[in-house]
Structures are given as structure tokens and as C-alpha cells.
């Protein structure tokens, strides 16, 4: 947190953080209060304990973000926006998937969501490109580009949450319930993620990299659609109806995401890292210090939401399967990945190590991950119901 | 572990050897190693699928390494001795860990280290230094509460020469590290309680006995039966509706143990709720809880994702399956068909007697489902109940054993209605299908009726002797004519007895290899002609056969029986079960589980949580001002670290200089920049 200008005039008075705030953050905070109130009062009775929890939680949180990150205030307000436009337009008949224009080509789950992986795509070619030709413009566009595909991806999840309702009311739940949601999830996950780091550091050239690991999770998902039919909206099984999923999944998926990014951060660190430190590529890419210290960074936001997500697990599993650990295999990789991240941080927090040792772990670490989330549900047998390819 | 072997008195090793030992628990390298060691030994444990039965094992592994795997305990990895050393150690070594940490983090978090030295403050890499205008007191006293008032805790120290002051933020960043690690001891107890080492021990040393044979509850012997003092265990038990269950079973290796519970659980309603596609909905049990504590029972109901806890014992719906369903079966002799049907009245899980031609059969009901919903042929978006069903198994004395899968009501295949009965030889084989074609009304009766009459032998005779004329060549004489008309009655009996296989086994008898293939030929004209005759006499009797002949769907029948007939031969029993009423019980499976460590773990839990936020999140950061007359009046060295991200405390440390500077009346900065530059 850095000195304020008024503060800097006398150092003597500080103003309290909420005096800090500009109108724009209050009216920021206005609007969220406010549609919060709202909904609670028009949809309240509708709404269980559990659900009035998660409407009071998502306040501050939301509050935090768009104080915290500028970005996400426009971010929130536009998704919001388009969703319950999408909502609207529906009115209570998913057969207007079909016949309405803009949801069937804009703002319906499945179209929104090709359109996310469309412009996911676009986004990697773009900073890449922009990486050669050396050029700021292209540059821009490719974060335009990114902030588009995640808006479109989570405005695609909300949608597919609605629509799911509209099959029938017992069919609808919350779209983090399968693998083919999951990912999408995770796209944008990990595109917020970095572009949060890409203003922080006011540096795009990591764009390409962190941009070529979400458009490899959009390759597996259009694979996963032609393949296998996964978009089909499919009921819940007993195990999955429960509200744990509802916050275990999604922050699960904020580990994912660090842990993906470092990975990517890792390998471009060990190309930076073979460069000439005069080359021109060398000054194009972000520089070794950079890398390393995001790389951290991503992990230890990936760490401590991981370990959030393994205890919110727990406790599903104390309520679903009788007891809060069983070894079970999907749990167990959890645990993998979970310590080997732990050993990461000793090794960079205590041991002070640093550079090509940390990275390689990490790129590593992304395998473990990866198996974690995709390899236990294809090759292993377990308890856990969903996502088996 | 040279610690211990040191004798008495030699005291000075001993010492020495001890703190070798501390160092060596509480070392990073210790540390890093169990982490790594045992994520191994969990991927061990996935990879290799855990407590199946053991003979699954020796299969796979063959018997010198199944012994091999076993004697690692690598079949239950997780409760396996070596695995419970490795999560011990890391419960010790970050115990000794923390014990070792705590004292500095705590100075850490106290102290304000007033007495450094400037020389030291040099050293630092975040360093300034200029002159300020007014005496040593009074810029000293300014800087403080300038670090004050950006939010640092703030002491002061003259020393003869100068006055320091030290700022510090954020300490509870090293709360965080103790939370952390105190958090992984707390959750390792938790886990060692509820991983009941004591029963693991005396189950290692023989006083508790796992039991390998299927018994009943009723059954099991004392040694293999644990009282309801038990503090910890997580078992399973099956309770038929309007049943009640006061054990649960604990699975151990490659048996079980019966566990005793202070209550009763009674089963009164088990409710399968599915969705249209046929996938289950909801799994729900109303159980009734019996306990002479209780005024009355406790009536609950529990499903998936909603346990019961009662008195520290959560009880979980686990699974579901029959419960005893009361069957009436019809059962018709294949070789005697004109026998009335015999009626059986059976259950699931019960065996019956019955007496054949080809001696006593013991009929074992496996299951019954109410319910077969597939995707139906036409599209497959759209579902089709093919109604109830049920398995069983026919062994003869010999104690070989055939699978059966029946339908009760009618399959409907393009339009035409069948009997349907699977049989296979083991579970492990698809079911190989019968497919019987019902008559008009939707009976077996024209079906048997029919094969009764190919089954007399004297009506056959007679049917041949009528049509002779078209089977046998006029001028033959009546010996040869005899002859033929035996050996005609001798294949459809051998057809309808033995079926396809028998008409095969008997050409490769009696025929040459080259004109196998035609003599097969002509055994089917003649069966076809012969037993064709016979169903024209039963359809003329049923009075459906008028001028215009034999019709479509009569005509079909008669192929459809005749395939019946050929596939009977491989059919395997002597009888043809139909199921006639059912009484569907279903059990549900329930999960009993007690884990007196569960809220230790969540505190555990808990505490990881925020430490591990406050570790990431709250930067411990510390700055110095040391104040001394310089030429203006006063010479300001400032300098700090911070414990995490050195780019976000560089951007912080040179706005607190800003703020330092303005706040002490100082516009040029003396030595920092070059200072900055040097240590780059
Ligand atoms: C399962 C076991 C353990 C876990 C999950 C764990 C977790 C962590 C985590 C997440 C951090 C934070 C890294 C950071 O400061 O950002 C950390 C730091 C640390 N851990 Fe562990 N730890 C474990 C065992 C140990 C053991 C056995 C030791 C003793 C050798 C140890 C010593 C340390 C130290 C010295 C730090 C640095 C604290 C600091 O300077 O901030 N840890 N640990």
C-alpha cells in the first residue's frame, strides 16, 4: 500500500482507508448494497439460510474486488447486465434459445461460450503477435480481447445456470457440476487472474504465455463438446446436490488457475532465461525478476485458495460420505498437490531458493495439477461422481 | 536416532546426540523429504486400487508378489505401519519445528531492535540518508509520528550520540507461520485419534480378530466383535425396510470386524426418486432410532448430503439395494410341457428346492428390480421401462450353476411380443438372451402346447405317418418305410430335446465332414415339414387358420418357435421361470461413522486457513530512523526490509521517504541515490 498524495503533503495526518475513497467507490459500493438489498428483499422468501449466507458474503467480497481492482467494477456491472438481459429475454421459455437473435447468437450458455473460446483464441494469437511485431497496439487489443472472452465466459456460466432451471426446476443447479463446466470455469478463472497481474505490473508480455495455457483448457473443451456431447445440461446425482459444491468447486478452481499461470510464468522464465540479457528478445520479455516474483505470487494465491478448497472438501465429505477424509483417490491427489506446492514455498521461503529450480517445480507442479483434476476422473476409480470422460 | 543408544554415563554425548536429534526432526531437509515421501506413498495408494478382496490381488500380481505387496500392507496403504511413521514424523517434525521457530518469531513480532548499529542500517538494501533541519529530539520525535501515523507500531531509543527510532507493520505475518504449522500438528492429532491406533494395535497383536468368513451378525464370534466403547470407527451396514440393525460392519484388509452400537437403527421406508431419464434423483431412509435413553424413538430422515448425527454418531445414506422382495414364480417344464406350471413363493437371498426329471435343482433369487428404464430403440433421447425383473440361479448337485435374468411382462421387439430370459454360465459373460414368442392373449400356452405335442412321441409318429407320402420316395417297401418314419420321430425328438446342439452333435456323428453341411439342410426341411404339420393341426383346433391360410403373425410364431426350440438345447434348465407377483422390499445401505477427532481437525482447519492468509497476505515489514546532530542540525539515516515481495516494499519504502523528508523539512536527498545505485 502506497502513500497517498494528501498524505504525502503532511505526513503527520493519514487519512483512515475509508477517507481515501474516491465517490466512484462509493457509488461502487452504493450499487452493491443496493442490488443486494434488492434482491433479498424481492427474491428473500424464496431463499434458504445457506442462500441468504452466500447473497451477504458476496457483498464484501464483491465491495473488496472493485475497490481492490478497478477493473472489476466495469467487469461486474457488464456481466451482470448481459446475464439478466439474457434472462429476460428468455422469459421462462428455453425454446427462445432458438428463436430469439441475440441468445442464439450472442447470449445464450452455448453461443456466449463459443464466443469466449473464439476470442480466448484471438487473445493468444494476439499477444504472441504482439510479442514479434514488437507492437503496443496489438498489445492492447489483446488484453481488450481477453477481457472480452472472460466476460462472455462467465456471462455464458450465469446463463447455463438459468437455463438449467428452465429444463426443470429440479434440473437446475449451479454450472460447476461436470467437467465440461468446470473448464470453462477455469478459462476464465485463470484470464482474470492474469490480467489482474498484467495491470498490477503494467506489462503484457506475459500475456502470451498465460493466454497459451487457457486456450489449451478451450481446445480440451470444443474437443469435449463435438466429442462427447458434454454441453447437454445434465441433472444432478444425489452426491452432487449439496451446497458445499456450490463454494468447494469455484475455489477450487482459483488454485487451479495460480497454479496454471506459475507454470506458464515457469517456462517463459527458463526461455528468459537461456537469452542473451542484451537480446532483443530478452528486452521484449518480462524481465527474470518479474517472472519470478509473479510466479510466486501465483502460487501463493493458488496455495492458499487450494487449501481453503481441500477443507471445504472435507467437510462435503464429512456430510456426504461419512467421514471428512478417506483417502479416496481424488482427495488424495488433492493432498499430492497440495504438499508439493507446500514444499515449493519452504523451499522458496525458507531455503531462498529462486530462478530454474523453481520454475522447472512448477512447470512440474502444473503436471501434478493437471492429473489431480483431469488424470484421477479418467484413470482411477473413486467416490467422486462427476467428470469421468 | 543416535541419540538413544548413548549408555547412562556418558552424559556429555548424550546431550549433544539429543540436540542432534532436535536439529535433525525440526530440519527443512526432514521437512521437504516427508512432504515428498509421503505424496508417493498416497499416489502408491491411488494407483493401486485399495481393499479389494484379496484373491482379485493374487490374480493380478500373481502369488509371489501378491505376498510381496501384502507384507508392505501396500493393499491398505493408508493404515499400513510404515505410512502412519511417515504422517508421525511430520506431526514430530513440525512440532519440533514450531518449538524451535516460535521464540524468534515472537521476538520478531516484540521486538523493535533499537540498538542497531548505523553501520548495520547501512548494510540494508532499502536505505536513505540526508540532513534535516532542527535538533535530534525534535526530528526524531517528528519521524515517529510521521511511521505512526502510516500505520506502524513505533518505539524510541536515545543513545548517547543518537536517537532510533523503529517502526514495524504487519507482524502478524508471523502469527501466520505459527498458525500454519501449529495447524498441521492439531489436524495430525485429530487425524491419530480418529484413526483409532489403539484398535489398529490390538488388531496387529491378535486380541481382536478380523473375521474373513461371511457370516451373519448373529454369528460372529466375541473376538471378532468390538463393544460400543469403541471411540472411532467408520463401518456399514444394510437394513431391509421394517428391519433393524444395532452392529455395523468395519472392513478390514480383506475382512471384517462387527461393531456394536448403543442404539437400534430401524429401517421404515427406503424412497429411490428418479429423474425421467431413469438416473436417480434421491436416495431417502425414514429411519426410526431405538434407545431405552429415548422417551420414545426418534424419528428421522435421512438422505445423500443429509446425515443424522446422533450422540457423536453420524449416520450417513450410503447405498441402496433389495431387501428380501417376496417373489411368485411360475415355473414350466421345458421337457415335460404339458405339466401344470408349479408355483414357487421365494425371496431374494433365499434358495428353494425343486424336483426335476434331471434331478433336484436349487433355485437362489439374487435380486429383483421393479424397474428397467433404457434408452428405447426408436430415439434414444426418450426412455423405455421394460417393467420388473428378477436373477437368479439354478444349481444342480453337482453344484454347477447357471445365471438367469427374466422379465416379467412381455418385451416388445418390432411389434411382436416375447418372453425374454438371459442366461450366462458367470457374472463375468454378457447374458445370452431367449427370446419365447407369446401367443394372441399374450400367453406361453400355444407356445407350449406346441412343444408338448413335438415332445410326444406318438403324436409325431402319427403326423409323419400322415404326411409319409410326401417324405418318403412311394415305391419303397415297409420295411425301409418303418425305418425312415423311426429315424424322422428319432430327429424331431432329438430337435426338440437337445435343440440346435443336439441336431449338430448328431450329423458330426453320423455324417461324413463333406456332406455335413447338406444333410443339415435336409434334417431342417424334414423338422421344418414335420413340426410345420403339427402347428398347422393346432392352428386348425384354435380355429384361426381359414381359406386364405396361415397369416403373417402365425406364420412368424411358428419361426419365432422354432428358433425357441433351437436355442433351448444351450438353454441349461429344465425350467422356464415366469414371474408371476412380487412384494418389492429394498434395504438401504447406511454409513454409521464416530470421529471424536473431527472438530479437532476443523480447528485445525481453521487455523491453517488464516495462517496461511496472514503468511501470504500481511507483509512483515520494519523500518529504522536513526537521528544524530549532523550539519544542518540533524542527519536522518533511514532504512527497512519487509519479509515478502521486495518491489512492493521498495515502491512503499520510497513514499515513506518522501513523507519522512517533507515531514522533516528536507527538499535534497544526500548519499541515498548513488547508495541505491551501488547496491544494485
Ligand atoms: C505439512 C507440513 C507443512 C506445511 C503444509 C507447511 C506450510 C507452510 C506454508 C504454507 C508456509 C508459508 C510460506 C510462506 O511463508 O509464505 C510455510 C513456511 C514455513 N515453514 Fe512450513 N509447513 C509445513 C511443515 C514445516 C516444517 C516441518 C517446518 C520445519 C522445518 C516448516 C518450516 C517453515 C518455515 C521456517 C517457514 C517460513 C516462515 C516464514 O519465514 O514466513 N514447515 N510452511
Known amino acids: ?56 458474503g458476496t457483498v464484501p467480497v464483491t465491495l473488496g474486488l472493485g475497490w481492490m481492482w478497478k477493473a472489476m467494477r466495469p467487469y461486474t456491472l457488464v456481466v451482470a447486465l448481459l446475464s439478466l438481459a439474457a434472462i429476460a429475454l428468455y422469459g421462462g421459455e428455453l425454446a427462445r434459445g432458438d428463436s430469439n437473435f441475440f441468445l442464439k447468437y450472442l447470449l445464450s450458455s452455448q453461443s456466449a461460450i463459443m464466443w469466449m473460446s473464439a476470442l480466448f483464441v484471438m487473445a493468444t494469437a494476439a499477444y504472441w503477435l504482439s510479442l514479434f511485431m514488437r507492437s503496443e497496439f496489438t498489445g492492447r487489443v489483446a488484453s481488450a480481447l481477453t477481457w472480452c472472452a472472460s466476460t462472455m465466459g462467465f456471462i455464458g456460466l450465469m446463463v447455463r445456470w438459468r437455463e438449467s432451471y428452465l429444463i426443470g426446476p429440479d434440473v437446475g443447479h449451479i454450472p460447476v457440476s461436470n467437467l465440461y463446466e468446470v473448464f470453462i470455469l477455469f478459462a476464465v478463472i485463470t484470464g482474470l487472474m492474469y490480467l489482474y497481474y498484467e495491470g498490477r505490473y503494467r506489462s503484457r508480455a506475459m500475456g502470451a504465455f498465460a493466454l497459451t495455457v487457457i486456450s489449451a483448457a478451450v481446445a480440451f473443451l470444443l474437443w469435449y463438446t463435438f466429442e462427447h456431447q458434454a454441453h447437454e445440461i445434465q441433472p444432478l446425482v444425489p452426491a452432487l446436490q449439496s451446497y458445499w459444491m456450490k463454494i468447494h468447486v469455484p475455489t477450487n478452481f482459483v488454485g487451479y488457475g495460480g497454479f496454471a499461470l506459475a507454470a506458464m510464468l515457469g517456462i517463459a522464465y527458463l526461455i ?20 519470478d516474483d509473479v510466479m510466486y505470487k501465483a502460487i501463493a494465491l493458488g496455495f492458499a485458495f487450494f487449501t481453503v478448497a481441500t477443507v471445504l472438501g ?47 517445480w512448477a512447470i512440474i507442479g502444473l503436471f501434478v495439477t493437471t492429473f489431480a483434476f483431469l488424470g484421477v476422473n479418467m484413470f482411477l476409480s473413486g467416490l467422486h461422481s462427476y467428470g469421468t470422460l | 536416532m543416535a541419540g538413544f543408544t548413548n549408555t547412562p554415563n556418558s552424559p556429555r554425548p548424550r546431550r549433544s546426540s539429543g540436540a542432534i536429534l532436535v536439529e535433525f526432526l525440526g530440519s527443512m531437509n526432514l521437512a521437504i523429504t516427508l512432504l515428498v515421501a509421503i505424496s508417493v506413498a498416497a499416489i502408491i495408494g491411488t494407483v493401486l486400487q485399495q481393499n479389494q478382496p484379496y484373491p482379485d490381488y493374487v490374480r493380478k500380481f500373481g502369488p509371489f508378489w501378491f505376498e510381496v505387496f501384502e507384507r508392505l500392507g501396500l493393499y491398505d496403504v493408508y493404515s499400513a505401519g510404515w505410512f502412519l511413521v511417515l504422517l508421525g514424523l511430520l506431526l514430530v517434525s513440525t512440532a519440533v519445528c514450531v518449538y524451535r521457530n516460535t521464540p524468534t518469531m515472537l521476538r520478531d513480532m516484540r521486538h523493535f531492535r533499537l540498538d542497531v548499529q548505523d553501520k548495520s542500517l547501512r548494510a540494508f538494501h532499502q536505505r536513505a540518508e540526508w540532513q534535516a533541519p532542527g535538533d535530534t529530539p525534535a526530528v526524531a520525535e517528528r519521524a515517529g509520528a510521521v511511521l505512526a501515523a502510516q500505520g506502524y507500531r513505533v518505539r524510541a531509543k536515545a543513545h548517547a550520540e543518537r536517537t532510533v527510532v523503529a517502526g514495524m507493520r504487519g507482524s502478524w505475518n508471523r502469527l501466520g507461520y505459527l498458525l500454519t504449522h501449529v495447524a498441521i500438528v492439531v489436524i495430525c492429532i485429530g487425524a491419530l485419534v480418529d484413526g483409532n491406533l489403539p484398535l489398529k494395535l490390538s488388531e496387529r497383536l491378535g486380541h481382536i480378530k478380523v473375521e474373513t468368513r461371511d457370516l451373519p451378525a448373529n454369528q460372529i464370534p ?61 436416495f431417502e431412509s425414514d429411519l426410526l432410532i431405538h434407545d431405552p435413553e429415548l422417551p420414545e424413538p426418534l424419528k428421522h430422515t435421512i438422505a445423500v448430503n443429509h446425515p443424522l448425527i446422533y450422540k457423536g454418531y453420524a449416520i450417513y445414506q450410503a447405498s441402496f439395494s433389495d431387501g428380501g422382495s417376496e417373489l411368485t414364480v411360475m415355473a414350466r417344464s421345458l421337457d415335460a410341457p404339458n405339466l401344470d406350471p408349479l408355483e414357487l413363493k421365494g425371496a431374494v437371498y433365499q434358495n428353494l428346492k425343486v424336483v426335476t426329471p434331471r434331478g433336484p435343482l436349487t433355485v437362489e433369487f439374487i435380486d429383483f428390480k421393479p424397474h428397467n428404464v433404457f434408452p428405447s430403440e426408436e430415439d434414444g433421447d426418450r ?9 437368479f440361479k ?52 400355444r407356445f407350449f402346447t406346441l412343444r408338448s405335442r413335438v415332445l410326444d412321441q406318438e403324436h409325431v409318429r402319427r403326423t409323419v405317418a400322415a404326411q409319409a407320402e410326401g417324405l418318403i420316395p412311394a415305391d419303397s417297401d415297409a420295411a425301409t418305410r418303418a425305418g425312415l418314419v423311426d429315424s424322422i420321430v428319432h430327429l424331431v425328438g432329438l430337435f426338440g430335446r437337445g435343440g440346435m446342439d443336439a441336431l449338430v452333435g448328431q450329423v458330426e456323428k453320423a455324417v461324413p465332414e463333406a456332406d455335413r453341411n447338406q444333410a443339415m439342410e435336409s434334417y431342417i426341411t424334414v423338422l421344418q415339414s414335420v413340426i410345420g404339420s403339427i402347428y398347422l393341426d393346432q392352428l386348425r383346433e384354435e380355429g384361426v387358420l381359414g381359406e386364405q391360410g396361415v397369416s403373417e403373425a402365425d ?126
Open chain 2, 555 to 680: 406364420a412368424q410364431f411358428f419361426d419365432d418357435t422354432l428358433e425357441a426350440f433351437a436355442a433351448l438345447g444351450s438353454y441349461g434348465s429344465p425350467l422356464l421361470m415366469q414371474l408371476a407377483d412380487f412384494r418389492h422390499v429394498e434395504a438401504s445401505g447406511l454409513q454409521i461413522a464416530r470421529a471424536p477427532g473431527k472438530n479437532i481437525v476443523y480447528l485445525g482447519c481453521v487455523m491453517l486457513m488464516a495462517g496461511v492468509f496472514f503468511m501470504f497476505y500481511l507483509h512483515h515489514r520494519r523500518v529504522w530512523v536513526s537521528v544524530a546532530p549532523g550539519e544542518h542540525g540533524a542527519r536522518v539515516l533511514f532504512a527497512g526490509s519487509g519479509n515478502r515481495d521486495r518491489a512492493e516494499f521498495a515502491t512503499e519504502f520510497e513514499g515513506l521517504q518522501r513523507v519522512l523528508m517533507t515531514a522533516t523539512g528536507t527538499a535534497e536527498v544526500v548519499v541515498q541515490k548513488e547508495a541505491q545505485q551501488s547496491c544494485q
Open chain 1, 1 to 56: 500500500m502506497s502513500v497517498t498524495s494528501e498524505a504525502m503533503k503532511d505526513g503527520l495526518t493519514r487519512p483512515a482507508w475509508w477517507r481515501r475513497l474516491g465517490w466512484f467507490d462509493w457509488a461502487w459500493g452504493a450499487l452493491v448494497v443496493l442490488a443486494s438489498l434488492y434482491t433479498s428483499a424481492r427474491y428473500g422468501a424464496l431463499m434458504d439460510g445457506f442462500e441468504m449466507v452466500i447473497l451477504a
Open chain 1, 314 to 360: 472435507a467437510m462435503w465429505a464429512a456430510e456426504a460420505w461419512g467421514g471428512y477424509w478417506s483417502w479416496d483417490p481424488k482427495e488424495t491427489w488433492a493432498l499430492i498437490v497440495w504438499l508439493n506446492y507446500a514444499a515449493w514455498l519452504h523451499m522458496r521461503l525458507t531455503k531462498g531458493w529462486r530462478g530454474r529450480p523453481m520454475a522447472w
Open chain 2, 222 to 282: 466375541p473376538e471378532s466383535t468390538l463393544a460400543t466403547d469403541n471411540p472411532a470407527f467408520r463401518g456399514s451396514v444394510r437394513i431391509p425396510e421394517g428391519g433393524q440393525a444395532d452392529f455395523v460392519f468395519l472392513n478390514v484388509r480383506d475382512g471384517f470386524l462387527l461393531q456394536k452400537l448403543p442404539f437400534r437403527v430401524e429401517l421404515v421406508d427406503f424412497r429411490v426418486d428418479h429423474y425421467p431419464s431413469g438416473q436417480p434423483k434421491s
Open chain 1, 272 to 291: 528468459v532465461d537461456r537469452l542473451e540479457p542484451a537480446s532483443v528478445w530478452a528486452t521484449r520479455l518480462p524481465t527474470l525478476a518479474q517472472l
Open chain 2, 383 to 391: 426412455f423405455t421401462d421394460y417393467g420388473p425383473s428378477v436373477v
Open chain 2, 394 to 445: 439354478l444349481r444342480n448337485e453337482a453344484g454347477e450353476a447357471m445365471e438367469y435374468l427374466n422379465y416379467m411382462a412381455p418385451v416388445s421387439l418390432e411389434g411382436r411380443h416375447y418372453f425374454m430370459s438371459g442366461m450366462r454360465a458367470t457374472p463375468a459373460e454378457p447374458y445370452r438372451y431367449l427370446y419365447i414368442p407369446m401367443d394372441a392373449n399374450g400367453s406361453l400356452e
